[in-house]
């Protein structure tokens, strides 16, 4: 049944949405960066009734950087619940991407999915950290992405310390619609704890799905569907629910 709404839902917004000709990932990295000038805002909403805001500015040719921020209760009838940190992002290319060669870029991200723990000191699906990730366009189809990556997350309460790995695929159909498929190994939320801080993973990683769509060049509208694997059965500590819908609302424009 779950997955028959899933399909359904699928299929109802490609006949409403458009995409993007940028590449964007869902909860991993990508290898490319904004140019200089450059400047990116966007609003989360997502489990829990919460909302995030981020922005993105290109610095330099190949440095950009970002933060993050957001609530939980942001949506109804309860006093929203405000993050205590902002997360920040920075990125840079180390490779540009062309014809023969691939992409290559070195970052930190502090920013993950779903509800913050505050015991643990972390998100329910972890922050990437320290990653780097390579990727390249056209590969296999014309307006087709594959971005190959490993990360280590500084939220390592639990124990769990290992390098993770993650792929993710895209393709843009025409100008404007875009799919993308990301898989999160989680090889650093895997275990249990040995000191009693609760472990979410499963063991079977996170695939994530999204569907963007640019209404014009510098607006895009973005769903995005996590954990079809239900890998994490405590995505929020009240419910039962692993699977996870947000919604986006992306804007890039030049200073």
């Given at each position: ?8 839902l ?32 966007g609003?989360k ?24 921020y957001?609530?939980?209760n ?10 205590d ?42 922050s ?5 990730a ?5 590969l ?56 009693g801080?609760?472990n ?54 030049k200073?």
């Amino acid at each position: 049944m779950k997955r028959l709404s899933l399909i359904i839902l699928f299929i109802s917004l490609l006949t409403i949405l458009m995409g993007v000709t940028e590449f964007n990932s869902i909860t991993t990295p990508t290898a490319n960066v904004l140019d200089r000038g450059d400047y990116s805002f966007g609003t989360k909403f997502y489990g829990d009734s919460s909302m995030r805001l981020t922005s993105h500015i290109g610095l330099f040719e190949r440095l950009s950087i970002g933060f993050s921020y957001g609530a939980e209760n942001f949506v109804g009838n309860q006093k929203p619940d405000w993050y205590d940190h902002i997360d920040f992002k920075a990125k840079f290319q180390i490779l540009k991407e062309t014809v023969n060669i691939p992409g290559l870029s070195v970052g930190f991200d502090s920013e993950g999915h779903g509800k913050w723990v505050e015991g643990s000191d972390r998100y329910a699906m972890k922050s990437p950290g320290f990653y780097a990730a390579i990727g390249k366009s056209d590969l296999f189809l014309r307006g087709s992405k594959i971005i190959l990556g490993a990360n280590k997350s500084t939220e390592d309460n639990d124990g769990d310390k290992d390098i993770n790995s993650f792929i993710t695929v895209g393709q843009s159909i025409g100008e404007d619609l875009n799919f993308t498929l990301e898989y999160n190994f989680a090889l650093n939320d895997n275990q249990k704890s040995n000191d009693g801080i609760e472990n979410f993973g499963d063991g079977k990683g996170y695939l994530n799905f999204s569907v963007g769509w640019f209404i014009i060049p510098d607006l895009q509208f973005k769903f995005s569907v996590y954990d079809l694997l239900e890998n994490a059965p405590n995505f929020y500590s009240e419910e039962s629910i692993t699977l996870d819908r947000a919604f986006q609302i992306i804007y890039t424009t030049k200073f």
